[in-house]
């Protein structure tokens, strides 16, 4: 196991000491800002959150969250990106994989000459990076193991990991070092979850509040050894021992899922060590420390205020593959609103229709999609959403609606 054959701490230290590593940008913010500010600002977004977040056109009214759209760290990566190609303009520039969970943004940076490290089956290939090249960290982070690789290739590697994801690893890094299992509440193909993982060093993945109870269950001697394993087989650290790395647990989490889930999970495993092992002993056997992200709270938050609000529909933008955006879409259909995931705003077309992705489902079209009479659609957007692409879409919605 990684955690076992690497102190992660001490090659984190080590490599944030080499030169050929970067954390803090170039300080050239101000030659990238106005590329920055013409790709992703919106002075229509600007205007309506001056409006109090709502606009009025014809028979149609917006309603945007009040919080909504790029987040503090996703500025950050994608500034970095963007003075990373002015800091080396003629050296061949990578990211180990999308910058951040956004088309758009990704499709600015390729015609950057930024290349994408590819992916095949789960498995990056990285035969074509060589020595002296650059390569972004994404946002999300990257695993011990890709930055092990980097670094002994010789690369010069640019982190604009979120410090919010940091502050995950330090977390399981501590549970690690008092032999504690990290229950990370993610999902397990994630990046972010992956890096987060390779930082653990017994850990076991699960998804939601059922596979929690699960564990839960198992714990107080309510499981069935050979059904657990088959259930958490790719989830888990190699070697995992349920009936011995389930005696002192740690929780962190995905900073994307949904807060008051990483909250409930929380409480169902200090709740189940009490259970078991007692209040003197609790803390031996259970460690929880917060490491849920500001802005995913916030923006989940403003999501359960809007859509308290009377709405006709809602629409979610942002990429099919971003995790906060999901956990959005999955607000709206607690509350029963008929609502519309989409990752571009071409994908409201003419004719009155619009192709969606369904939580967990495929791309569908809808037709019609917006119903006659007057109209209160709300609109929000994950992390990794320009306002200039909620822009775009409030301006398709107008043009629906024109007589």
């Given amino acids: 196991m990684w955690g076992d054959a690497v102190d992660t701490r001490a090659f984190k230290r080590s490599l944030h000491h080499s030169e050929r590593y970067n954390r ?3 300080g050239r913010a101000e030659e990238v800002a106005g590329s920055l500010e013409q790709a992703y600002q919106s002075a229509l977004i600007a205007t309506i959150r001056e409006q109090g977040y709502e606009l009025r056109h014809g028979r149609l009214t917006i309603k945007l969250a009040e919080a909504f759209g ?3 760290g996703v500025e950050r990566a994608v500034a970095m990106a963007y003075e990373t190609r002015r800091h ?3 050296e061949r520039i990578w990211i180990t994989n999308e910058i951040i969970h956004n088309p758009s943004v990704n499709d600015h940076l390729r015609q950057m000459n930024v290349q994408f490290i590819q992916v095949e089956e789960g498995v990056k290939d990285f035969s074509e990076v060589g020595t002296g090249d650059v390569v972004i960290l994404p946002a999300f982070g990257a695993t011990v193991q890709e930055m ?3 670094n002994e290739l010789g690369c010069h590697i640019v982190d604009t990991t979120c410090p919010w994801v940091s502050k995950v690893w330090n977390t399981v890094e501590k549970h690690k070092k008092q032999a504690f299992t990290s229950i990370i509440h ?3 193909k994630h990046e972010e979850t992956l890096a987060t993982s390779s930082f653990a060093g017994t850990y076991l993945v699960v998804l939601d509040t059922a596979e929690a109870q699960m564990v839960c269950d198992y714990i107080l001697g309510r499981g069935d050894r ?3 394993m088959e259930r958490f087989a790719k989830a888990c650290s190699p070697g995992f021992d349920p009936e011995r790395d389930l005696d002192r647990v740690g929780v962190a989490n995905q900073t994307t899922m949904l807060k008051s889930e990483t909250e409930d999970i929380g409480r169902m495993f200090e709740r189940t060590m009490l259970a078991r092992y007692g209040p003197t002993a609790l803390n031996d056997h259970f460690l929880a420390f917060n490491t849920i992200c500001d802005a995913t709270q916030e923006r989940q938050d403003a999501m359960f ?3 308290d609000e009377p709405l006709d529909l809602l629409v979610v933008i942002g990429g099919y593959n971003s995790s906060n955006t999901t956990h959005l879409q999955e607000i709206a259909i607690s509350r029963g609103i008929r609502s519309f995931h989409i990752d571009t705003p071409e994908r409201i077309g003419p004719g009155n229709r619009i192709e969606h992705k369904p939580l967990g489902g495929e791309l569908e079209s809808v037709a019609p999609f917006l119903p006659e009479g007057p109209l209160k659609v709300g609109i929000t957007s ?6 200039r692409v909620v822009e775009d879409v409030i301006r398709h919605l107008m043009e629906l609606c024109e007589p």
């Fill in 24 to 26: 803090r940008g170039f």
């Fill in 70 to 72: 790029f987040c503090w």
């Fill in 88 to 90: 080396y303009p003629s």
């Fill in 148 to 150: 092990q690789l980097l």
């Fill in 186 to 188: 993610g999902k397990v």
């Fill in 226 to 228: 050979t059904a657990f």
């Fill in 305 to 307: 205020s809007l859509v």
């Fill in 382 to 387: 994950g992390a990794s959403t320009p306002d």
